[in-house]
C-alpha cells in the first residue's frame, strides 16, 4: 500500500513536469517558428498583392495602354492578377481610384483601359 | 531502483519538451504563418518581378515620369534596379524577344541612369481619341488651350501669330525640351567607320572582352545598335545601350584564346575581319588574355 501511494505521488509529479515540459517546448517552437525563423514567403504570384500595390500595376497598364493601344498585351498583363476578368480588375481599380483621389488623368487611363478590356475578345474567340 | 527511475523522468522530460517544440512548430509554420495575404512586390516571384518591370518600362515609355518610374521600381526591393533593368533587357534578347520588346526596359535603365527622360516629355491628352486631326485650313493661335482647335471661320481675328497649312499642334507647340529625341536606329545613309581599335591590356579585366564603343558625328554615344560577331562555329547579335552604367554606346563581347572574330555593325555599319584576343604580359611576366576596344563613328 505505501507503494501504491508513492507510486501515484510520483506520477502526479511526473504529469505535472512533462506538462511543464511540454508548455515549454511549445513556447520555444513557437519562439522559433514565428521569431528566430518564421516562414519568409519569397515566390508570391501577384493576386496577393495589396489593393493599393495592385491598383498602381492596373494604372501601369493603363497607362501604356495609352500609348500602345494594344488590347491584348494589356489583357495579357492584367491576367497575371488573377481569374477575374481583364474588365473586372480594371473596373474594380476605377473604382478604388475613384474612392482614394487619383488624379484626373489616371482615372482618364483607367476609363479608356476599362473601355478598351470591355469589348476586347481575345483572339481566337471571334473567328469562327 | 532510483536510477531507472531518474533516467525515466529525464526521458519523459525530454520526450514532452520535444514533443512541445513539434507542436509549438507545426503551429506556427502551418497553422498560422505568416499571413499571405497583401504582400507588396519585393516578394513576388522571379518571373512576376520580371513582368512588373515591363510594366513600368511600358508605362514609363507612355508617361516619361521618371522619378515615378524609379519609385515603382523601389518597390521591387533590388539592390541595383538600374543592373535589373539591364540584365532583364538582355535577357530578353537572348531568349529571341524582339528589340522594340527590350527597348522600354534599356531606355528606362539609361535614363535613370542619366538622371532625365531622353525622350522629351509630351503630355499625353486624353481627349484625342476618336478627335478628328487638324486640317490644313485650322488656324493655331498662341493663347490656344488644349482643346482649343477650332475653324478660322470660328476663330476670332486676334492679331496674333497664325500658322497656315503646318501640322504643328499645340501640344507640339508647348514642348520646350531642345534636346534631340532618343533615336536608336541609325538613319539610312549615316554607316559607322572604325576609327579606333586599342589594345586593353589591364590585369583583373575580364579576359579577353572585346568592347564596342559607338558614337554619332557629334562624339555622343548611341544606343539601340545592332553589332553582329562571327566566327568559324557561331554567331552573336546584341546591342549597344544595355549597360547603361558604362556608357549608352557601350557593348561588350567575351572572345575565346585563339579564335578569329569578325564584327559588323549591322545596317551599313563598318565590317571590321580578324579580330582575336591579345595577349598581354603582368609585371611578372605572367601572360594573359587582353582585350579589345573598338570605336565606331558616325562621320
Do not use: H
Not at chain 1, 482618364?108 to 473601355?115: D, E, G, V, W
Not at chain 2, 572604325?194 to 589591364?202: A, F, K, N, P
Not at chain 2, 575565346?256 to 582575336?276: E, K, L, M
Amino acid at each position: 500500500m505505501p507503494s501504491d501511494g508513492y507510486n501515484l505521488t510520483m506520477t502526479s509529479s511526473n504529469l505535472i513536469k512533462i506538462a511543464i515540459a511540454v508548455f515549454i517546448g511549445i513556447a520555444l517552437g513557437l519562439i522559433y517558428g514565428l521569431v528566430i525563423d518564421p516562414i519568409e514567403y519569397t515566390d508570391a504570384p501577384p493576386n496577393a498583392l495589396r489593393e493599393d500595390y495592385r491598383a498602381d500595376y492596373v494604372l501601369m497598364v493603363a497607362e501604356a495602354y495609352q500609348s500602345e493601344i494594344d488590347a491584348d498585351t494589356a489583357a495579357r498583363r492584367l491576367a497575371v492578377l488573377g481569374s477575374e476578368s481583364p474588365a473586372l480588375i480594371t473596373a474594380s481599380t476605377l473604382e478604388y481610384a475613384n474612392r482614394t483621389g487619383f488624379t484626373q488623368n489616371e482615372i482618364q487611363a483607367l476609363q479608356n483601359l476599362l473601355t478598351a478590356m470591355q469589348t476586347y475578345q481575345p483572339q481566337g474567340i471571334n473567328n469562327p | 531502483m532510483s536510477r531507472p527511475d531518474f533516467r525515466s523522468q529525464t526521458l519523459q522530460l525530454i520526450f514532452a519538451l520535444l514533443i512541445g517544440l513539434g507542436l509549438g512548430l507545426v503551429y506556427s509554420w502551418y497553422f498560422a504563418p505568416v499571413n499571405y495575404e497583401n504582400v507588396n512586390p519585393a516578394i513576388l516571384r522571379v518571373d512576376f518581378k520580371d513582368q512588373y518591370r515591363v510594366v513600368i518600362a511600358a508605362s514609363y515609355a507612355s508617361t516619361q515620369n521618371l522619378d515615378r518610374a524609379r519609385v515603382r521600381l523601389e518597390l521591387l526591393g533590388d539592390v541595383d534596379p538600374v543592373g535589373e533593368l539591364s540584365a532583364q533587357a538582355q535577357r530578353m534578347l537572348a531568349t529571341g524577344e524582339s528589340f522594340e520588346k527590350a527597348r522600354p526596359l534599356a531606355q528606362l535603365a539609361t535614363d535613370l541612369n542619366q538622371g532625365f527622360a531622353s525622350v522629351p516629355v509630351v503630355p499625353t491628352s486624353f481627349t484625342t481619341f476618336n478627335t478628328p486631326e487638324i486640317v490644313s485650313t485650322v488656324a493655331v493661335t498662341e493663347t490656344q488651350t488644349e482643346e482649343l482647335v477650332t475653324d478660322e471661320e470660328t476663330q476670332t481675328p486676334f492679331p496674333t501669330i497664325v500658322f497656315e497649312q503646318t501640322p504643328i499642334t499645340p501640344v507640339a507647340a508647348e514642348t520646350n525640351t531642345p534636346r534631340p529625341t532618343f533615336t536608336p536606329l541609325p538613319g539610312p545613309g549615316a554607316p559607322f567607320a572604325l576609327v579606333g581599335q586599342d589594345t586593353i591590356c589591364t590585369p583583373g579585366s575580364p579576359l579577353g572582352l572585346l568592347q564596342f564603343m559607338l558614337m554619332d558625328a557629334r562624339r555622343k554615344q548611341v544606343a539601340g545598335i545592332e553589332i553582329t560577331i562571327t566566327w568559324s562555329q557561331g554567331e552573336d547579335r546584341f546591342f549597344t545601350g544595355f549597360k547603361p552604367e558604362l556608357g549608352n554606346g557601350y557593348a561588350d563581347f567575351v572572345m575565346q584564346a585563339d579564335t578569329i572574330y569578325s564584327a559588323r555593325v549591322v545596317d551599313g555599319g563598318a565590317f571590321v575581319p580578324d579580330i582575336s584576343a591579345p595577349t598581354c604580359t603582368d609585371p611578372n611576366g605572367i601572360e594573359y588574355l587582353g582585350g579589345l576596344l573598338l570605336t565606331f563613328q558616325r562621320p
